[in-house]
């Protein structure tokens, strides 16, 4: 009971934010969304004009793209990074290995909004400033310290007399690291994979301080932004591309969810 009772909880936000996508905008101003709910059920303040209204505002459909264009990217490339990194971390031995990973660990309480204006003023010296480069790098960035974390601590309990055989039959770094390493770090991978892309398909401050208003570049997020005006006013439209938005993430993590399950639960019991 505690644990339907905490779910329920935990979706009610959800449940009023899609019941009000399909409200009237006047009914949205004067009452709450829960007031659907009590009898008698006025049918005629829902309707699909909200979603209409998102899905032909103008550049809604480039928008898509972009934020596309800028998740993949920052999705492989971190992926990709980490996974190099946490081998060498986990596998390969070197002078001053452990603090280099107690830095990168530290990196993870570092707030990103520290880096903003240094990182902006760097990109406007080099003129990256307004493009798709400049999104891939900084979020490639800012995912490092969670992905060489994880996958260090996944990587680091595979078994230890798999890697040496691999090496006493002469197998390279390269070699224990493509053949072996990475199919069996597929969970912790995928697991990162699906953080990775929420986090950059929902973001809005990144692609807001780096994009600016360029608008051919301008993801989802910020198109939305646009829509709902600078006061506010137009918030029933936010609701409806809310949802609009999900079906991507929503995509993605279907697909890994197998993946992300077991990578969560990788380490979890012994033997």
Do not use: C
């Not at 003023?121 to 969670?146: C, D, E, I, K």
């Amino acid at each position: 009971m505690v644990v339907v009772a905490i779910a329920l909880l935990w979706t009610l936000p959800t449940a009023g934010l899609l019941i009000s996508s399909f409200r009237q905008p006047d009914a949205l101003l004067q009452s709450g969304w829960w007031t659907v709910l009590t009898p008698p059920l006025d049918l005629g303040q829902f309707h699909l004009g909200n979603y209409s209204d998102v899905l032909t505002s103008e550049g809604m459909g480039q928008a898509f793209l972009n934020s596309l264009i800028i998740t993949i990217p920052s999705t492989v490339m971190p992926i990709a990074i980490a996974t190099f990194a946490a081998y060498a971390l986990a596998w390969m031995a070197f002078p001053g290995r452990q603090l280099l990973f107690v830095m990168i660990v530290g990196l993870l309480v570092v707030p990103l909004q520290m880096t903003l204006i240094p990182v902006l003023r760097a990109y406007n010296s080099l003129g990256l400033a307004g493009t798709f480069l400049a999104v891939w790098l900084a979020h490639t960035g800012y995912g490092l310290p969670l992905g060489i974390y994880l996958l260090r601590n996944y990587i680091g309990t595979l078994p230890r007399d798999l890697i040496e055989a691999a090496a006493v039959d002469g197998a390279s770094h390269l070699k224990i690291f493509t053949r072996i390493v990475v199919p069996l770090s597929t969970p912790a991978i995928a697991s990162f994979a699906v953080f990775q892309f929420l986090w950059v398909w929902n973001d809005l401050l990144v692609a807001l301080v780096y994009l600016g208003g360029n608008q051919n570049v301008a993801p989802v997020t910020l198109v939305l932004r646009n829509l709902v005006g600078d006061r506010g006013q137009d918030w029933h439209l936010l609701t409806a591309g809310a949802f609009i938005s999900m079906i991507v993430p929503l995509l993605v993590f279907f697909a890994l969810q197998r993946y992300f399950v077991r990578g969560l639960l990788a380490g979890s019991v012994k033997g």
